[in-house]
């Protein structure tokens, strides 16, 4: 079954750079269709997209916050990591990594989340 | 860029009741438009993709319609279990390549 976790730093200070990985089981990023996302919810407010990378290592990203992120992936290892520069406090989210699934086109496996906190 | 529209933002039905909620797209996506149920304090859980399969799993009284800029989500009887917030989430590859709509908090009466 596809299961995927994030991991990283729980506390960042502000105007640091957010390193999260995720570590995957269940599929390859080398099958053709297939992708890694990244999605963050700060606390009690909706669902914001950030990143995506595909199979074929097509990047994209959210326009507000592309100068900020670099998504990459390792398919060796069966992880994508997100890079986040520049931290501030409004950035405190819980941060998913989720699976873009060949057949539903879309996010259809999501990891269990970890939340980050951006404070001094 | 597409933005995605929902409403209303919250609800109150009581158990049996129709429910459907709403989500516009500022341009047309064809059926390129996924819902997602996330219960509080729980990890967002796909129900619907291309505007109207249901993911493998999910009770039959979701439902969805839609296409181009207009779509709605319908729990045709509501259920105890189903008080949490519904998002839809555009997917076509008009950028941004996903996009959420602010979410529909639904609760029982």
């Known amino acids: 079954q596809i299961t995927l976790k994030e991991s990283g730093p729980t506390l960042v200070k502000p105007t640091q750079t957010l390193t999260l990985t995720c570590t995957f089981s269940?599929?390859?990023?080398?099958?053709?269709?297939?992708?890694v996302g990244w999605i963050r919810q700060p606390p009690g407010k909706a669902l914001e997209w950030l990143a995506l990378?595909?199979?074929?290592?097509?990047?994209r990203y959210s326009p507000s916050l592309k100068s900020r992120l670099t998504i990459t992936k390792d398919t060796s290892k069966n992880q994508v990591v997100l890079t986040m520069t520049n931290m501030d406090p409004v950035d405190t989210a819980t941060y998913y990594c989720?699976?873009?699934?060949?057949?539903?086109?879309?996010?259809?496996?999501w990891g269990q989340g970890t939340l980050v906190t951006v404070s001094s | 860029d597409i933005q995605m529209t929902q409403s209303p933002s919250s609800l109150s039905a009581s158990v049996g009741d129709r429910v459907t909620i709403t989500c516009r797209a500022s341009?047309?996506?064809?059926?390129?438009l996924a819902w997602y149920q996330q219960k509080p304090g729980k990890v967002p859980k796909l129900l619907i993709y291309?505007?109207?399969t249901l993911q493998s799993g999910v009770p039959s009284r979701f439902s969805g319609s839609g296409s181009g800029t207009d779509f709605t989500l319908t729990i045709s009887s509501l259920q105890p279990e189903d008080v949490a917030t519904y998002y839809c989430?555009?997917?076509?590859?008009?950028?941004?390549?996903?996009?959420f709509g602010g979410g529909t908090k639904v609760e029982i009466k």
């Open positions: 989720a699976h873009q699934g060949r057949i539903t086109g879309t996010t259809d496996y």
């Open positions: 269940g599929f390859s990023l080398s099958t053709s269709g297939v992708g």
């Open positions: 990378i595909y199979w074929d290592d097509d990047k």
């Open positions: 341009q047309g996506i064809s059926n390129y």
């Open positions: 291309a505007a109207s």
């Open positions: 989430q555009k997917y076509n590859s008009a950028p941004p390549r996903l996009t």
